[in-house]
């Protein structure tokens, strides 16, 4: 690269000179890249239309198979047993009883875990007063204070029947108070839910009763503290190991993420742990064989013996089944047992055909027909602006945003407009929406017979006369009168190989030959322009071939554009320093005169 010397001599702005002269030498590169982008967006409008096809044609291959539009659906006459059908199984009906249904293992604590909540023996007679007449209880998560009547007399039994009658009136029948112990004079708290007892501060209440002062005492066990004992835990061959400072709680979420398959819960109102499987039938299993004794003694098992669950049985059609669970499928009808059934009574299942199904299929291909055939309308009809190239760098720099994007609109419009491929494939595709299909019943042997025709002509919006509209009474009613010979009006294939090709076509159904077609343009299309996410100079392609050319053509112009420029740099160079050499010839020449 020459050194570049800008008008020091000569006073000129010699960057801007070369600029302005590189303006027009560069006029043939920007022509070619405005050629460039412009095969670009034709490109891209030609994959825009390749990819609805696309999308349209996945909709015409779910339907040109009479195995595609096995639409059912199946209904029982007994809540005891609940049906769907996937849409393949075969219309008929079907008996099913329910002789037991499919349970999982169970494994609980052989008794409570915690210790009873009872006091230490009394004597003949305690004495009660201001000192010692309260306690504070909490019962399934309220906290009441109880107070005594005062008494220096009181009995074992006298002392429980007035605990009673303030628990009564505080709580009504939840908790209570009974006698126990070898001599009937321990007390003990009684209730199906969570009983805690509490000292009331500066009260010796709960001392006097025969409990410990100074802690909370308990009919459950507190799941949030240490269990007290440690060691591994085997459940169905896995371990789980329990330290000493773990809580319940703890040993719970252990278990229950575990890989064991069961689930570990502890029911409050029996004070039990309890052990259930993940699964049901006969494999589902919960077997603590090899867990430590002293967690087997902890937890109240009384062994460590595995216990199973058991298969549901019924009988579908006369036939025995057994099933690990009690949802599963047969023949595409898809069971789900809710109870057993009463003796001799049976389960009636009908599989009738889904006409509503059928109808939403036939409205989901005229909807995804209408949005391909309105984007080829409009590409096709679009107006063509003359004057409207492609913007270069240059040209944008003295733009607003929402200008350029008004600019390039007008320039993208028209770019596939008439264009052959579209326009036979837009032709071909609203020919078959008028065609009838031989082999069929005649009175369903076209679209228009069963309610689907085209739009009427509309000026302004040209491209909406190849779409479609619906009469959904006349639909619904062809689906409910012959639904077999509507699917082989989408469906029908001729099955004689000997005849000839324009025999053939006309014994396809609508979907048969509206597949074919797709696949025929979108293989032209990619011919064209390459397939949607390809890159766009493929030169097997026809517009990418171009795209070559043109990325070749300008990097050759750019080198040329670079050389041209250094040359201006150079010549103004020589001229600055003749200038340079001619003003101190000057100067000298001024200095001798």
């Known amino acids: 690269m020459p050194m570049r010397i800008t008008g020091m001599s000569s006073g000129l702005d010699i960057d801007k000179m070369v600029s302005d002269l590189m303006k027009a030498e560069r006029m043939p590169l920007t022509k070619m890249t405005k050629k460039k982008t412009q095969t670009s967006w034709t490109m891209g409008l030609y994959r825009e239309i390749n990819t609805k096809l696309s999308s349209f044609k996945s909709v015409v291959d779910d339907m040109k198979l009479s195995g595609d539009w096995k639409a059912t659906k199946a209904a029982s006459t007994n809540a005891a047993v609940t049906v769907s059908s996937d849409g393949s199984s075969n219309i008929m009906n079907h008996t099913i009883t329910v002789d037991r249904l499919a349970s999982g293992a169970s494994k609980s604590s052989g008794s409570a875990i915690t210790n009873d909540l009872a006091g230490s023996s009394l004597p003949g ?34 002392l429980r029947d007035e605990i009673n009658t303030q628990l009564s009136a505080a709580f009504g029948a939840a908790v209570s108070v009974s006698l126990t112990g070898a001599s009937n004079d321990q007390l003990k708290f009684n209730s199906t839910g969570q009983v805690t007892l509490s000292d009331v501060a500066g009260n010796n209440g709960l001392t006097a009763l025969g409990f410990a002062a100074g802690t909370q005492r308990s009919n459950r066990l507190d799941s949030a503290a240490p269990i007290g004992f440690s060691g591994n835990m085997v459940i169905n061959g896995k371990t789980v190991a329990i330290g000493p400072g773990d809580s319940l709680s703890n040993i719970m979420t252990k278990v229950n993420t575990s890989a064991a ?17 993940k699964g049901t039938g006969s494999t589902a299993k919960v077997d603590l064989t090899g867990t ?10 009384a062994d460590s013996s595995p216990v199973y669950g058991q298969d549901a049985s019924v009988q579908i059609d006369g036939v025995q089944y057994y099933e690990q669970s009690n949802t599963f499928t047969k023949s595409g009808i898809t069971y789900t047992l809710n109870q057993t059934t009463p003796p001799a009574t049976v389960v009636n299942v009908s599989v009738t055909k889904d006409t509503e199904a059928l109808f939403n299929k036939i409205v989901n291909f005229v909807t995804k027909y209408n949005e391909t055939v309105e984007l ?26 929402a200008d350029i994007k008004l600019w390039e609109e007008k320039a993208k419009s028209g770019l596939i407009r008439r264009d052959s491929i579209v326009s036979k494939t837009l032709s071909s595709l609203r020919r078959m929406t008028s065609e009838t299909v031989e082999g ?21 919006k040209p491209e909406d006369a190849a779409k479609l509209t619906i009469d959904e009474t006349k639909l619904k009613q062809a689906l409910a009168s012959d639904p077999d010979s509507v699917i082989a009006m989408f469906t029908n294939f001729p099955a004689d190989s000997g005849l000839s090709e324009e025999a053939k076509y006309k014994q ?3 979907a048969q030959r509206m597949f074919d077609q797709i696949g025929s343009s979108i293989n032209e299309l990619s011919e ?13 392609t026809t517009l990418g071939s171009s795209m070559k050319t043109f990325e070749r053509k300008i990097a050759d112009l750019e080198a040329k554009m670079k050389k041209k420029e250094n040359n201006y740099y150079v010549m103004f160079a020589q001229m600055e320093k003749a200038i340079q050499k001619s003003n101190a010839q000057s100067s000298w020449l001024a200095q001798r005169m």
């Not at 029996?270 to 259930?276: A, G, L, Y």
Request: glycine share 8%.
């Open 292 to 301: 430590d004794s002293s967690i087997l003694a902890g937890l109240k098992f």
């Open 528 to 540: 064209k322009a390459g397939k949607p996410g390809t890159v766009e100079n493929d030169i097997n």
């Open 508 to 510: 396809k159904g609508i």
């Open 376 to 401: 080829m309308g409009k590409r096709l009809n679009e107006d063509k602006y003359r004057g409207y190239d492609p913007l270069s760098d240059d040209e944008k720099k003295d733009m607003k945003e």
């Open 261 to 277: 398959g069961v689930t570990m819960s502890y029911d409050v109102a029996s004070d039990k742990v309890i052990f259930t499987s």
């Open 440 to 460: 069929v019943t005649q009175d369903y042997n076209a679209l228009y017979k069963i309610g689907i025709t085209t739009m009427p002509y509309n000026i302004n």
């Open 125 to 158: 007679t305690t004495s009660i007063d201001s000192s010692n007449n309260k306690f504070d209880i909490t019962v399934n998560g309220i906290r009441k204070t109880i107070t005594l009547t005062p008494n220096a007399s009181y009995t074992p039994a006298t």
